[in-house]
């Protein structure tokens, strides 16, 4: 568990380097994109 918890804050600090900017999902990440559309449709967003 304490892999998984290093390996996410890693990603956010990425995330939130000056660095970093939005862009589109690769199509490596087809099911992060499937969940993100699943999730707003339940939302209603």
């Known amino acids: 568990q304490r892999e ?22 690769s199509h490596l990440e087809k099911t992060t994109w499937q969940f993100h559309r699943w999730y707003a449709e339940r939302m209603q967003l």
Do not use: F, K, N
Request: glycine letters at 10%; a negative charge; proline letters at 5%.
């Open 4 to 25: 998984d918890t290093d390996a996410s804050i890693a990603v956010q600090q990425g995330w939130a380097s000056r660095g970093a900017s939005p862009t589109w999902l």
